[in-house]
């Protein structure tokens, strides 16, 4: 899939994905990844008996999108109506529903 290259599209992607975690259940938290003078990594993690999804706000774009599309993955999309979201993120949860997701890094 070809990715948007604008950076208001970007935005929306990113939003529009973070609507589709709230829905089936998965946290999302950005920030700096910086902490004690270590540099932490992005990915996903269990608070709580909570999956979140942790994000640093400097990361690459795609990055952010391949680590969603793989928490995503882990989640049950089919309760979902295709017609609440864009083509986009259809054809991201599409990759989902097929088992394409890319593998998770641990975090």
Do not use: H
């Not at 946290?27 to 992005?42: T, V």
């Not at 008996?49 to 640093?56: A, F, I, N, Q, S």
């Amino acid at each position: 899939m070809n990715l948007p290259r604008k950076k208001k599209d970007q935005e929306q992607l990113i939003r529009d994905l973070e609507v589709v975690a709230r829905r089936v259940g998965l946290k999302i938290s950005y920030g700096d990844m910086k902490f004690g003078g270590l540099k932490l990594k992005s990915g996903e993690c269990e608070f709580r008996g909570e999956p979140w999804l942790v994000l640093d706000r400097k990361q690459p774009f795609d990055e952010k999108v391949d680590l969603f599309v793989s928490a995503l993955g882990r989640f049950d999309l089919t309760q979902l109506k295709s017609d609440d979201y864009s083509i986009q993120i259809n054809t991201l949860l599409g990759l989902v529903f097929r088992g394409d997701a890319p593998a998770a890094e641990e975090a």
